[in-house]
């Protein structure tokens, strides 16, 4: 393959994986606005993001399933069209229970860049490049969840609610036109990472220590991301632009930290790091609980309390899935599934679970996030560690 295809490849997974992420951003900022759109209470407009991150957890697995069946080229187009004309879709709701039911679908939809976008890397670069793809693609998506509200807002005051799903509409269906002309590389023959199940990862203590700690501390911050909107408006007396403000700083954070992480572990050891990230994240949301119950509505203390959340994310996120991906062994791409599932999963349920309380503000909030995080603290404390890796001489862990 010549470097200008395999440049173009890698583009299309870059727009593939971004659209995805969108599909929740650049809907945020309507979100407060979908009650007295449709005539309902704030706890059900929640469950518009709810459902998404809900059917995108499905996708995974049934993708996963599906490419026992199918060509990897004909899932991700079907996948790209499906989104798109459920974003249209959902442009056009006549009420708030079809906006639910299409954007369950959509997020069934937008599984199809995560589940094949690693193994299309690895096709597409040696071992070494490859990580530079992902390290590229993990910044790229990091900064969606910053500029896609930016552009949200812009649409939602110019053009209305529907403006974010049509845009998201047309995009995507550009992009599956791209992929049918383009292609993608010839696929590779079952290797022995088929081997394995499921079962077996979730029956082994060592794997779902890092793989639930992982998600838990992923799915308490996105859970308090997605409520943020609601309770900056509705609670704080503030507007979407402290929301915007809230994210740009701790997204600038967590892609610092991130970046730093590896070097931060190489001195203080990969199981530090992640405990030390993981209480980070818990105490930044017990700050907000605690500010909440003083009944603080002072938007300016939002992205100095939460911040610290992001970087501990930061902090333990790479490491971590990195493990946890080790501790899978030859089970490493249904473990790496399997982690991205529990990060949907919980980030659904907390969103769940903090719907109906969510008009009592950001005590409110902030509750549910903290029990996440708590429980992900406690988790890496009961469950069984691997043996710190070694380095090699270019410092790339081993076992």
Known sequence: MT????????SLLIICATLSLAGTDLVL???????????TDRATAQLVLAAYVGGGGLGLLLYGRLADHFSRKALLFSSLAGFAAASLACAFSPNITALIALRFV??????AAPVFGPGLIRQLFSDKAA??????????????????PIFGVLLLSHFGWQSSFE???VLTM??????????????EEPSDNTLGSYGQLLTDRVFM???????LTLGGLLTFVFGAPTVIVASMGGSLNDFIIMQVINISGFIIVTNLTARIAERFGAENVILTGTVMAALSALALFAYGLMGGTNTLMLPLLFTPMAIGLGLRGPIGFYRGILASGANNARGSALIVFFIFMITTLGTVIAAPIIAAGLAALAFVACAIHLLSVALLLLLPAMPEPTRDAAGVPTL
């Open 131 to 148: 990580v530079r793809a992902i390290g590229f693609l993990g910044s790229v998506e990091s900064l969606v969840p910053a500029l896609a």
């Open 209 to 215: 220590r890092y793989a639930l700690s992982q998600a």
């Open 174 to 187: 550009l992009a599956a036109v791209l992929i049918l002309v383009l292609g993608l590389p010839r696929e």
């Open 106 to 111: 959509q997020g069934v939809a937008s599984a």
């Open 3 to 10: 470097n200008s295809r395999r440049a173009i490849t890698f």
């Open 29 to 39: 900022p309507a979100v407060p606005q979908l009650p007295e759109i449709f005539g």
């Open 167 to 169: 845009l998201l509409g």
